[in-house]
C-alpha cells in the first residue's frame, strides 16, 4: 500500500485494527520468595476448558488471556480484571512476582515443579519440555500481544490491488506475514524500549558463566525463552517458515507447532497447515517483558508502539534478501539485549534513528494523534539516554546480585492495588463509574467460573455456547447472588464446552 492509496480510500488509523487480545505469564511465590507451595486455585473453573484463566509449565504459573477486544482501552481494561479476579484469590503468604525471569529456585523449588502439573492432557508435551529445555527456561514469563488486522479494510485493499491469478485469503496471508517479518526486523527497538530482565537469579545451562550482568533483556536473548540454535527457524517466507516448522516435527526436533518459540506467530482456525486454506486470523507478538512497574505487567505505550510499527510496515517494502537482513537485525537485537542497559550502542542508534525518521513520517501521513508524536518523542529521548529506559530502571533495584526484593516489594504493593482494604467492598475498583457493585459481582463470578464475558457501561454480557445473557440490575449484592442468577439462566456453574454445542467466542 502506498500512501496515496490510503488517502483515496479515506482511511484512518483506526480502520485498520479488527481486535488485541494479551496474554500474561506470571508466577504466584510465597513471601519467602520461592514458588507457591499452595495449590492452583480451586475455585476457578476447570483448567480443560476456562477460556481466560490458565496455568502453564508450573503450577506457580498462572496465565491470564484477555477475549480479544476492539480497542487497547478495552484490552487492557479486561487484563485489569483478570489480575483483580487473581490477586483476590491469593493466600495471605501470596503475592504475584512481576518479573519475567524467576525467582532463585532452590533444590526443593525443582523437585516441587517436577512433580506437581494439574494438566494431565499436557503431561507428555510437559514430560518433554522439561528434559530438552529444562526447569528454569520454561519458567520464564511473559506477554503475549494478539493483534488482528480489519478484516473488511483488507478486502477492500484486495479488491484495489487487482492482483492476477490470486485469492483473498493468499493476499491476507501475504500481508499478515509481511507484518510479522517486520515486526522481526525491529525487534531490537522492543527489545531496548521495554527490556526489563537484567538479571537471572539462577545459572542454568542456557547462560554462559561469562556473562556481565546487568543486561537489558535476557528473556529476549538467545539465552532466553528461545529455540535452541539448532532448531531456529526465520522469516523468509510463509511457505518456508511452515515447511520448516513440519520438518522439524517429522524429524522429532519439534514436539509440534507449539514448539516454534519465534517472536511472531501467525495464528489460524485450525492446525498450522489449514493457514494455506483458512487464512491467518491474527498474529501473536511473544517479545514482551513483564513491566514490574505496572500493576498488571504492561504498558499502552508499548502496545501503542507496536500499532505504530505495524502502520509503518503497511507503506514499507520488504527486504530483497530477507535471510541476510534477518540475521543482521537478530544479531542487532543480541546486542541491545545484552547490553548494560547504561550503556549506549552505537549500531543501535543509528539504525534507531533511522527508523524514527519513518515513523515521524508516517505519523503526519497517516494524520495521526498527537500522542503518536508524543510518544515518539519520549522514546526518542531514551535513545539520548539510556538510563531513562524501563531496562535500567529495573537494573536499578539490583541489590546483592538480586532483583528478590523488589520483586517482593512491588508484588506486595500490586496486591494492595487490586486487592487491598479499599477494593475489600469493589472486587473492580477501577471499573466504579462504568460498573455498579451488583454488576462487578457478576462479571467477578462469570470469570471465575469459566464464562466468557464483556461489558459495557453499566451492563454485563456472559456466554455459554450460544447463549448469552445480558445483566444490568442493581439487586445482587454478594458472590453467592451472582452465582444464584448465572446458575439460573444458564443452568451450570460449569461451562464445559463439551456441553454447549458450539463455544464461540464474544468479538
Known amino acids: 500500500m502506498d500512501y496515496e492509496l490510503w488517502q483515496e480510500l479515506g482511511l484512518t488509523f483506526a480502520d485498520l485494527w479488527q481486535a488485541t487480545g494479551i496474554e500474561v505469564e506470571e508466577h504466584r511465590v510465597q513471601k519467602s520468595g520461592c514458588l507457591s507451595r499452595h495449590e492452583y486455585p480451586n475455585i476457578f473453573g476447570s483448567r480443560n476448558f476456562h477460556p481466560m484463566l490458565q496455568s502453564d509449565f508450573g503450577e506457580s504459573q498462572m496465565e491470564l488471556v484477555t477475549l480479544p477486544q476492539p480497542n487497547l482501552t478495552a484490552a487492557m481494561s479486561f487484563l485489569d480484571v483478570l489480575q ?22 532452590s533444590d526443593d523449588d525443582k523437585q516441587f515443579v517436577t512433580t506437581h502439573f494439574g494438566r494431565p ?3 507428555q508435551y510437559r514430560d518433554y519440555l522439561l528434559k530438552n529445555y529444562g526447569i528454569e527456561q520454561e519458567l520464564i514469563t511473559g506477554i503475549h500481544v494478539n493483534i488482528s488486522l480489519n478484516e473488511v479494510l483488507l478486502e477492500k485493499l484486495f479488491k484495489q490491488a487487482k492482483l492476477p491469478n490470486s485469492h483473498f485469503v493468499s493476499y491476507k496471508n501475504h500481508t499478515y506475514f509481511h507484518v510479522a517479518q517486520f515486526l522481526s526486523l525491529h525487534r531490537y527497538l522492543l527489545t531496548y524500549f521495554f527490556g526489563a530482565s537484567p538479571i537471572s537469579e539462577n545459572q542454568y545451562w542456557r547462560i554462559p558463566e561469562h556473562i556481565h550482568y546487568p543486561v537489558r533483556s535476557l528473556r529476549s536473548s538467545t539465552y ?20 520448516a516448522i513440519e520438518h522439524q516435527i517429522a524429524k522429532r526436533r519439534y514436539f509440534s507447532e507449539h514448539e516454534f518459540y519465534g517472536p511472531v506467530r501467525v495464528k489460524s482456525k485450525g492446525n498450522f ?20 512497574f505496572e500493576p498488571n505487567h504492561l504498558s499502552l505505550d508499548a502496545l501503542n508502539f507496536v ?21 543482521a537485525a537478530m544479531a542487532l537485537n543480541e546486542k541491545v539485549a545484552l547490553t548494560d542497559p547504561s550503556k549506549k550502542i552505537p549500531q543501535f542508534i543509528a539504525w534507531a534513528q533511522r527508523d524514527f525518521k519513518l515513523l515521524y513520517q508516517t505519523c503526519e501521513r497517516l494524520g495521526l494523534p498527537d500522542y503518536f508524536k508524543h510518544l515518539l518523542d519520549r522514546l526518542s529521548k ?27 516489594t512491588q508484588g506486595q504493593k500490586f496486591k494492595m492495588y487490586y486487592a487491598g482494604a479499599n477494593a475489600k467492598t469493589w472486587p473492580f475498583l477501577f471499573l466504579k463509574d462504568t460498573l455498579n457493585l451488583s454488576q462487578q459481582l457478576v462479571l467477578q463470578q462469570a470469570i471465575i467460573h469459566g464464562f466468557k464475558v464483556n461489558w459495557q457501561v453499566h451492563r454485563v454480557m456472559v456466554q455459554f455456547g450460544k447463549e448469552f445473557h ?23 456453574l460449569r461451562p464445559d464446552p463439551d456441553q454447549a454445542r458450539t463455544f464461540g467466542g464474544i468479538k
Do not use: C
Open 307 to 327: 500499532r505504530l510499527l505495524i502502520a509503518q510496515s503497511l507503506f514499507t517494502a520488504a527486504p530483497k534478501d530477507m535471510n541476510q537482513a534477518y540475521a
Open 84 to 105: 483483580a479476579v487473581v490477586q483476590r484469590q491469593l493466600n495471605a503468604d501470596e503475592v504475584i512476582w512481576p518479573l519475567s525471569l524467576p525467582p532463585h529456585l
Open 273 to 292: 497447515r489449514a493457514v494455506f486454506k483458512n487464512g491467518i486470523d491474527y498474529l501473536e507478538l511473544r517479545m514482551f517483558d513483564l513491566n514490574p
Open 382 to 408: 531514551q535513545l539520548d539516554d539510556p538510563q531513562d529506559t524501563l531496562g535500567y530502571q529495573v537494573a536499578a533495584q539490583i541489590q546483592n546480585n538480586s532483583l528478590e526484593n523488589f520483586g517482593l
Open 121 to 123: 492432557k499436557y503431561q
Open 470 to 492: 445480558l445483566y444490568d440490575g442493581d439487586w445482587i449484592r454478594t458472590p453467592q447472588a451472582a452465582d444464584q442468577w448465572l446458575q439460573t439462566k444458564f443452568r451450570t
Open 224 to 243: 532466553g525463552f528461545e529455540n535452541t540454535a539448532d532448531k531456529r527457524i526465520g522469516y523468509i517466507s510463509l511457505h518456508d517458515q511452515i515447511n
